[in-house]
């Protein structure tokens, strides 16, 4: 059972050296002739102004948040659809009821105007 | 075989720890947490748990380290800059824990495994398996998660509303 | 394993790597060909015969350029980033079947890898994907790159949820999270008929997980420039262009394998068994693979196709829409869809086909509702006319 997990890690291995072949050919090949402008930072020809270590919109860390809560819901389907015909109507039930409970959340998350790109 | 896969993932993901402790940068912190994260779930296929091995990946690789990166993007915290320690009893407790942890771990090694950890049946942690316990042994507690999701949501909203007004910027 | 196995695993790697750098090569030709036919243009036919040898002179420009690492830079998390973006493209495709291929000992040439949780481990690396661009967008040190990669992250976890859910239909039908066991069950009928509300919702968010038109806010020129690539050069960029394209034809693949019978075509076995019958197992077996990996690919293609008609067909979408369509319409959607399946195997396990028309039927009208419903420009426009006084 393992043998098909090695051949995951065999390819694994073989694709992180994969990438490295073009890099380092790259390297080699291309042409060398760095000046002060060209290693700057490019935005659009004018001179960056401030940092980019700037404080980003909360929104984004929210939507995070709710990824999280609902990955692990989703999480908890998984074993269940691969045995829902064998565990039958009862657990149809009690997932029911966790799906509910959940669904039930993200109402609230809506109505609240947490979901809202604002 | 299984054991020289196991030292070498198990070494990756004591240095990815390390790595990650004692980096500065907390991008870097959150790069080589990722790399434990990785091997860890390796270990997971090793103890023939391959549906941990997925949620493993999926929860704490994908879903925890964006959360991770977020909050350390959008706070433009990455650089240690403030190394003043806040709690001086921070240090001397933590290295207390991990004395006692490390103790512990050394104490069961030093005992060997129990004679019924012994995996018997490779398909003990199939997600067939894992959803008959579920259903049946769990199922309270499996509910009450539910209500942990909920309170999580809650917060959530809680967070927005009193976010949405200072969070007018991008 | 002995040694001969080892070698035969360490050639299926790298003929499945080259395939992938091939694929992605041709996928460009073939995007930037169809893209100009539907845009009335010729597109690049100087290069080879039809343009054929294009890929290539790209490749050689690439590498002769200069491989520019801004001063600003985190340099290591520059250098390493357009490797993690590649990894999880590539090895996304160890348990996908591409065909059926016996080996002889219940195995199959043409799937690398077949374990119990295959669609498991297809979700896993998919959500592992972006930390590639998101990291690359940090290590730029350049404003554009840093929004073009939270940017990203933002939206493929968005989309993700939908994403595993409809998969989770999928897994459903087949009570099985093992490809080969998916792809299987699907001889009989394939799974778009009862997954149809699945299959929609699925290559909606695809294409938003891949991050490409019409949801390719992270690189949306006008605001962003190159969005998170927008300081990488040479063959660093040209490893992200690689990993965006592997991943798109690797989740158009994930697609057939989960709803349009992956392998599968009506008449193979009755072919197969004609020829085994002919000519012996042997040449039974290669025609099987044979006409099975076409098949595949034929499904591939015209998946591809159509990603390449919705980009050259949809403007892009509006952050705010865009997280509305994933919270809003696809995330509910997927999660009826769960529903759905699940009432109707539990209530009736013994009558597939009764089951798929009336998800069918129903998937159709849940679908036709919230287009309609969520179509733009149904709120009545008032045109305000205001007195401007002269």
């Keep these: ?28 090949l291309g042409p ?17 102004v401030g940092d980019i270590r700037v404080q ?20 908890f389907l998984y074993p269940w659809a691969a045995a829902y015909g064998q565990v039958g109507l009862f657990a149809l039930i009690a997932m029911a009821i966790f799906l509910v409970i959940l669904v039930g959340g993200l109402v609230y ?8 790109w604002v | 075989m299984e054991l020289i896969i196991f030292l070498i993932t198990a070494a990756v993901a004591v240095a990815g720890a390390v790595a990650m402790l004692l980096s500065l940068n907390a991008i870097h912190s959150a790069i080589f947490l990722l790399i434990n994260f990785v091997a860890i779930s390796v270990l997971y296929v090793l103890l023939y748990a391959p549906f941990l091995f997925a949620i493993q990946l999926i929860v704490y690789a994908g879903a925890i380290m964006v959360l991770f990166l977020f909050v350390v993007m959008l706070l433009g915290a990455e650089r240690a800059e403030d190394t003043r320690e806040r709690f001086v009893w921070q240090r001397p407790l933590g290295l207390t824990l991990s004395a006692i942890l490390l103790g512990l771990i050394g104490y069961i090694a030093l005992r060997g495994p129990a004679p019924e950890a012994r995996v018997t049946n490779h398909q003990f942690a199939a997600p067939e398996r894992i959803a008959e316990a579920l259903f049946t042994t769990y199922l309270l507690p499996f509910e009450i998660t539910a209500f942990l999701l909920l309170a999580a949501i809650v917060g959530v909203v809680v967070l927005h509303t009193s976010g949405s007004q200072a969070g007018k910027r991008e | 394993m002995t040694w001969i196995d080892l070698v035969i695993l360490v050639v299926k790697c790298i003929v499945l790597s080259l395939a992938a750098t091939a694929v992605f090569a041709y996928f460009t030709l073939f995007e ?5 036919r539907l845009q009335n243009r010729m597109g ?13 002179a790209d490749a050689v420009k690439l590498f002769f350029k200069e491989d520019v690492t801004p001063l600003m830079a985190d340099r290591w998390v520059y250098l390493v980033s357009p490797t993690f973006a590649l990894i999880p493209a590539i090895i996304i495709w160890a348990t996908i079947p591409v065909g059926m291929w016996p080996d002889g000992q219940g195995g199959n040439w043409l799937q690398l890898a077949e374990i119990n949780v295959g669609v498991l481990y297809l979700l896993a690396v998919m959500s592992v994907g972006v930390y590639g661009i998101t990291v690359a967008g940090w290590a730029s040190n350049n404003k554009y790159s840093m929004l073009g990669g939270i940017r990203a992250s933002a939206q493929v976890i968005s989309y993700e949820l939908a994403l595993g859910l409809t998969v989770l239909g999928a897994v459903m039908q087949a009570q099985s999270f093992s490809t080969a066991v998916i792809v299987e069950r699907q001889a009989q009928m394939w799974n778009i008929v009862p997954q149809f509300l699945g299959f929609v919702v699925f290559i909606i968010a695809a294409t938003a997980e891949v991050v490409r038109a019409p949801f390719d806010l992270v690189e949306a020129e006008q605001e962003l420039v190159g969005g998170y690539n927008t300081e990488y050069s040479s063959m660093k960029f040209a490893l992200f262009f690689m990993s965006e394209y592997v991943k ?18 009506p008449g193979l076995q009755t072919l197969t068994l004609f020829v085994t019958q002919q000519y012996g197992a042997a040449v039974g077996n290669a025609v099987l693979g044979l006409t099975s990996l076409g098949a595949f690919l034929l499904k591939v293609l015209a998946l591809s196709f159509v990603s390449v008609w919705i980009r050259a067909t949809l403007p892009r979408v509006r952050y705010d829409q865009l997280m509305n369509l994933g919270w809003k319409v696809l995330l509910p959607l997927s999660l009826i869809n769960v529903a759905i399946t699940a009432v109707l195997n539990v209530l009736l396990p013994d009558a597939p086909t009764l089951t798929a028309i009336i998800s069918l039927v129903v998937g159709v009208i849940i679908l036709a509702v919230t287009a309609n419903v969520g179509r733009p420009g149904k709120e009545k426009r008032t045109v305000k006319l205001v007195e401007i006084g002269l």
């Excluded at chain 1, 984004?60 to 692990?72: H, K, Q």
């Excluded at chain 1, 998350?109 to 809202?116: D, F, H, M, P, S």
């Design chain 3, 248 to 265: 798109l034809v690797a989740m158009n693949a994930i697609a057939v394998t989960l709803f349009l019978g992956g392998w599968q075509f």
């Design chain 1, 32 to 48: 060398k002739r760095p000046t002060p402008i060209k290693l700057d930072t490019y935005e659009c020809g004018l001179e960056a």
């Design chain 1, 56 to 75: 980003f919109k909360i929104q984004y860390y929210l939507y995070a948040l709710a990824f999280v809560i609902f990955d692990i819901e989703v999480v």
């Design chain 1, 109 to 116: 998350e809506w109505k609240k105007g947490a979901l809202e």
């Design chain 3, 32 to 36: 930037r060909r169809t893209l100009a």
């Design chain 3, 44 to 56: 690049p036919n100087r290069a080879g015969p039809g343009g054929l040898l294009q890929p290539l």
């Design chain 1, 1 to 28: 059972m393992l043998a098909n997990y090695a051949f995951i890690g065999v390819f694994f291995i073989g694709a992180i050296i994969f990438p490295l072949v073009p890099l380092v050919a790259a390297y080699l």
